[in-house]
């Protein structure tokens, strides 16, 4: 039988060293985490159109194709296996706000070498990895 995955996709904000970080709340799904901007790729949808729709969904910037750049892929497995692609932005429009307050406690920036304690894992490993380079990476958590 073939493995049915799923996809998500992550959108690695960035001002100077920092990175934009979302606090995680009533999703059943990491909950009192950081993480980023994040969501599931939908049917008929292609990555780039995800983290677009994204990005306006849960911070309500508005962000251009030729803007974002895929930095890291991994395959990813918890309670069932994902696909997850890490975009970094390199330039947005609007006033970053918090467009999904039922979803997520807060949008802050923080020093990309200094994130909290409780960032979810995955996405400390893929900045990791997009800082040494590595453009793919299999965890399972």
Known sequence: MRLQSNMAVYLLLKRGD???LSLRQNTGYRDGNWSVVVGHVEEGEGVI?????????????????DDLTVMHVMYYHDDRPYVNFFVICKKYSEEIRN?????????KFFKENDLPSNTFEAVKIAIENIKNGAFFSEVSL
């Open 99 to 107: 467009a999904e307050p039922h979803k997520c406690g807060g949008l």
């Open 18 to 20: 920092e990175i934009l």
């Open 49 to 65: 159109d995800a983290i677009i729709r994204e990005a306006k969904e849960e911070a309500d910037i508005d962000i251009e194709r």
